[in-house]
């Protein structure tokens, strides 16, 4: 491919909701090129981009796949992103790199909850959105139906520029609004296709649309908006002057209609991507922060090299390939560029040209283009590599954060250090998924975006590192605490086996505010107990605390005076007092009215206005308390309290309850009172564990 100037290059990310037919686009896109003889399927697991075993396997996109292609003398870079919302990290990366986004929206299940995501994700980068209706060729296929839910959703700016004459099985005829005429594609996949005129009522929703198509490109200018009140109408040569300033500022969206896995409509979008497409030019300099966090902007026909990082791959025999997109300059194999966020240098190696798995290499990259860097010392992810006397950080992918989680089961003792380890490069690869060892429930927990999310990185272990991991509910990390204050006289005796041991600890106990903690103090007056026996004491409190008293959970919101007791000259010791001080706290913890507090998450649930009734029942047999219900747009957006200990997959929950239209998120808000039935079978579980203990 030889190299293009910069407003000949089309860097595109095509994006939308799960099984759209976002990677049977993207081959009928490399068939029309030529870059493949023959389409492959996702059924038969050989489509340039979904070239994973894991991909493979499970028939969904998992990774982003960067495909590289050329039309009408056009540079193509279209990343593939995955739609399932289990793997939305890597299509917020793919993004991030786009000048525009191509959202796929399936003609018979309509609008899905990633593709209102992407666009919103897009509308945050300021980027223009291009639609695709693909599957207008199914049975099942509702072309105006879903048209309308499209623009319901997404503003009557929406507008198609190519419409079926006959949806369905057997489409290959279409209106286009450019042309004005009847576009019709061979029944061979092929996508070639033949143009005529239109005639009776084609004639008339060609000449309709054509119309307002020159109503919404007027609208972009003011100058050309008055022209158009003035004739009453727009020239060809005007119409298509300012189509690409109309797409830009964003006065329309344009909407393509595609039968992919026939390769129907295609090329007609191809054509218009490739003349009217975004290209880096259109954002002549880029939003960046200099080393101290002030805002710096970098041009694109800059001359230092400046890149970003917004993908990685650990790859067996190749290891971690950095998927990066170059802003300004031209990146050399052999050069030093500077990582903005650490300071350390980073020697270019090979430069590769990713198609799928294939790569070509190269020794050079310029302004606008997509490559991969292999073997980077200490680069990842979200970093920005820069020449020495251009230290800038271009804005990170921002991850959302996880809405599932799991612990982790190890089957092999032993593997712990290859666990940590794999853990760290999938996180890596993924910084959606993220793991954490929890010192209060001594469990690793993993966290991700939904279960197939989780169970994904349980494979990834297994097939790369021949690691077995089970993955189990995490324990709910409640508290124990008092209602009431109390005190005990423990005395600790020991005279027969050896050297003697005493110690006598008088403790008083009493409730703190919640989230207070445990304070340790004394109030010791006179000789009783030398001074160096306090930190005795503590050292048992403390195990006592941790250890849990009523449930095995660790204790908290109270606070200890050691105020008295009593010692001997000979037999007390550092090991006695720890004894009788965890001893006396427990025997103060059970007389002051012990129980059980939980964490309560703050979730927050957007549901499409139809399932509301069915999110509240939901909500209601959880125990949760609906704090406020607002309407924005065409959704619903709940806000609720609800017990973490009835969270656990709840967005696997929430996709059942609302067709896989819902999303929710949620944190940590506070603890409360457990209820006391909830409360005895929490207790009564913990003894019987301790028992067959």
Same mark, same amino acid.
């Given at each position: 491919?030889?190299?293009?100037?910069?407003?000949?290059?089309?860097?595109?990310?095509?994006?939308?909701?799960?099984?759209?037919?976002k990677?049977?686009?993207?081959? &009928?896109?490399?068939?029309?090129t030529?870059?493949?003889k023959?389409?492959?399927?996702?059924a038969?697991?050989?489509?340039?981009s979904?070239?994973?075993?894991?991909e493979?396997?499970?028939?969904?996109?998992?990774?982003?796949?960067?495909?590289r292609?050329e039309?009408?003398?056009?540079?193509l870079?279209?990343?593939?992103?995955?739609?399932?919302?289990?793997?939305?990290?890597?299509a917020?990366?793919?993004?991030?790199?786009?000048?525009?986004?191509?959202?796929?929206?399936?003609?018979?299940?309509?609008?899905?909850?990633?593709?209102?995501?992407?666009?919103?994700?897009?509308?945050?980068?300021?980027?223009?959105?291009?639609?695709v209706?693909?599957?207008?060729?199914?049975?099942?296929?509702?072309?105006?139906?879903?048209?309308?839910?499209?623009?319901?959703?997404?503003?009557?700016?929406?507008?198609?520029m190519?419409?079926?004459?006959?949806?369905?099985?057997?489409?290959?005829?279409?209106?286009?609004?450019?042309?004005?005429?009847?576009?019709?594609?061979?029944?061979?996949?092929?996508?070639?296709?033949?143009?005529?005129?239109?005639?009776?009522?084609?004639?008339?929703?060609?000449?309709e649309m054509?119309?307002?198509?020159?109503?919404f490109?007027?609208?972009?200018?003011?100058?050309l908006?008055?022209?158009y009140?003035?004739?009453?109408?727009?020239s060809?040569?005007?119409?298509?002057?300012?189509?690409?300033?109309?797409?830009?500022?964003?006065?329309?969206?344009?909407?393509f209609?595609?039968?992919?896995?026939?390769?129907?409509?295609?090329?007609?979008?191809?054509?218009?991507?490739?003349k009217?497409g975004?290209?880096?030019?259109?954002?002549?300099?880029?939003?960046?922060?200099?080393?101290?966090?002030?805002?710096?902007?970098?041009?694109?026909?800059? &001359?230092?090299?400046?890149?970003f990082?917004?993908?990685?791959?650990?790859?067996?025999?190749?290891?971690?390939?950095?998927?990066?997109?170059?802003?300004?300059?031209?990146?050399?194999?052999?050069?030093?560029?500077?990582?903005?966020?650490?300071?350390?240098?980073?020697?270019?190696?090979?430069?590769?040209?990713?198609n799928?798995?294939?790569?070509?290499?190269?020794?050079?990259?310029?302004?606008?283009?997509i490559?991969a860097?292999v073997k980077?010392?200490?680069?990842?992810?979200?970093?920005?590599?820069?020449?020495?006397?251009?230290?800038?950080?271009?804005?990170?992918?921002?991850?959302?954060?996880?809405n599932?989680?799991a612990?982790l089961?190890?089957?092999?003792?032993?593997?712990?250090?290859?666990?940590?380890? =794999?853990?760290?490069?999938?996180?890596?690869?993924?910084p959606?998924?993220?793991?954490r060892?929890d010192?209060?429930?001594?469990?690793?927990?993993l966290?991700?975006?939904?279960?197939?999310?989780l169970?994904?990185?349980?494979?990834?272990?297994?097939?790369?590192y021949?690691?077995?991991?089970?993955?189990?509910?995490?324990?709910?990390?409640?508290?124990?605490?008092?209602?009431s204050?109390?005190?005990?006289?423990?005395?600790?005796?020991?005279?027969?086996?050896?050297?003697?041991?005493?110690?006598?600890?008088?403790?008083?106990?009493?409730?703190?505010?919640?989230?207070?903690?445990?304070?340790?103090?004394?109030?010791?007056v006179?000789?009783?107990?030398?001074?160096?026996?306090?930190?005795?004491?503590?050292k048992?409190?403390?195990? &006592?605390?941790?250890?849990?008293?009523?449930?095995?959970?660790?204790?908290?919101?109270?606070?200890?005076? %050691?105020?008295?007791?009593?010692?001997?000259?000979?037999?007390?010791?550092?090991?006695?007092?720890?004894?009788?001080?965890?001893?006396?706290?427990?025997?103060? %913890?059970?007389?002051?009215?012990?129980?059980?507090?939980?964490?309560?998450?703050?979730?927050q649930?957007?549901?499409?206005h139809?399932c509301?009734?069915?999110?509240?029942?939901?909500?209601?047999?959880?125990?949760?308390?609906?704090?406020?219900?607002?309407?924005?747009?065409?959704?619903?957006?709940?806000?609720?309290?609800v017990?973490?200990?009835?969270?656990?997959?709840?967005?696997?929950?929430?996709?059942?309850?609302?067709?896989?239209? =819902?999303?929710?998120?949620?944190?940590?808000?506070?603890?409360?009172?457990?209820?006391?039935?909830?409360?005895?079978k929490?207790?009564?579980? &913990?003894?019987?564990?301790?028992?067959?203990?």
């Open positions: 491919m030889k190299d293009h100037k910069l407003n000949e290059i089309r860097n595109l990310t095509v994006v939308g909701h799960a099984s759209s037919g990677t049977t686009l993207c081959e &009928a896109m490399l068939a029309n030529g870059m493949i023959r389409m492959g399927t996702i038969d697991g050989n489509t340039v979904d070239y994973h075993d894991d493979r396997k499970h028939q969904i996109s998992i990774h982003s796949s960067l495909l292609m039309w009408l003398e056009v540079e870079n279209v990343v593939d992103a995955p739609g399932s919302p289990d793997f939305i990290g890597d917020l990366g793919a993004l991030a790199v786009a000048d525009f986004a191509l959202i796929v929206v399936d003609a018979v299940a309509g609008v899905g909850f990633i593709t209102e995501r992407m666009w919103a994700e897009a509308d945050k980068l300021g980027i223009p959105k291009f639609l209706l693909n599957g207008v060729d199914k049975e099942n296929a509702n072309v105006e139906m879903v048209l309308d839910q499209i623009k319901t959703i997404f503003g009557d700016k929406i507008f198609p190519t419409l079926p004459l006959d949806p369905g099985p057997g489409c290959h005829k279409f209106l286009d609004a450019m042309r004005s005429e009847v576009v019709t594609y061979k029944n061979d996949s092929s996508g070639i296709f033949d143009e005529n005129d239109a005639d009776g009522e084609a004639a008339e929703g060609v000449s054509h119309r307002q198509l020159i109503e490109v007027a609208e972009s200018d003011d100058s908006l008055e022209t009140f003035d004739k009453g109408e727009l060809e040569d005007e119409l298509r002057e300012h189509l690409h300033e109309a797409i830009q500022s964003q006065t329309f969206a344009p909407l209609c595609t039968g992919a896995n026939n390769n129907v409509g295609v090329r007609r979008l191809m054509d218009f991507i490739a009217f975004s290209s880096p030019l259109d954002r002549k300099t880029i939003n960046c922060e200099s080393p101290t966090g002030d805002p710096i902007e970098v041009d694109v026909e800059g &001359a230092e090299p400046v890149i990082i917004f993908k990685t791959l650990i790859e067996e025999h190749v290891g971690a390939l950095s998927f990066f997109r170059i802003y300004s300059g031209e990146l050399k194999t052999g050069d030093t560029l500077v990582n903005a966020a650490t300071g350390d240098s980073e020697r270019i190696g090979q430069i590769f040209l990713p799928g798995k294939e790569r070509e290499t190269s020794d050079h990259l310029r302004s606008g283009e490559g860097l980077l010392k200490s680069t990842h992810t979200n970093d920005t590599l820069c020449h020495a006397n251009m230290r800038v950080r271009l804005p990170q992918i921002k991850y959302p954060a996880p599932i989680h612990a089961n190890i089957k092999t003792r032993g593997d712990e250090e290859k666990i940590a380890e =794999g853990l760290a490069i999938v996180h890596e690869e993924d959606a998924f993220q793991f060892v010192p209060e429930l001594k469990q690793t927990i966290s991700g975006q939904g279960e197939i999310h169970k994904s990185v349980a494979e990834t272990l297994k097939h790369r021949n690691i077995e991991i089970g993955l189990e509910h995490p324990r709910i990390p409640y508290r124990e605490t008092i209602r204050r109390a005190e005990s006289k423990y005395r600790h005796k020991k005279q027969s086996g050896g050297a003697g041991q005493f110690a006598e600890v008088w403790m008083r106990i009493e409730p703190l505010p919640r989230d207070s903690g445990v304070e340790f103090g004394h109030s010791l006179g000789n009783n107990v030398d001074r160096c026996f306090v930190p005795s004491v503590e048992g409190v403390r195990l &006592a605390e941790e250890q849990g008293i009523l449930a095995g959970y660790q204790v908290f919101d109270l606070k200890i005076d %050691f105020y008295d007791g009593k010692q001997h000259s000979v037999d007390s010791k550092d090991v006695a007092f720890q004894i009788a001080g965890k001893n006396a706290f427990r025997e103060a %913890f059970v007389k002051a009215d012990p129980h059980l507090i939980e964490p309560l998450l703050e979730v649930i957007r549901t499409p139809d509301l009734g069915n999110i509240l029942g939901d909500l209601s047999v959880r125990g949760g308390r609906v704090m406020g219900t607002i309407a924005d747009g065409h959704v619903q957006v709940v806000t609720a309290e017990p973490a200990r009835v969270m656990h997959a709840y967005a696997t929950d929430l996709r059942a309850l609302t067709g896989g239209r =819902g999303q929710h998120n949620e944190k940590f808000s506070h603890y409360e009172d457990m209820p006391r039935d909830v409360e005895k929490v207790v009564d579980a &913990a003894h019987e564990h301790s028992n067959a203990a």
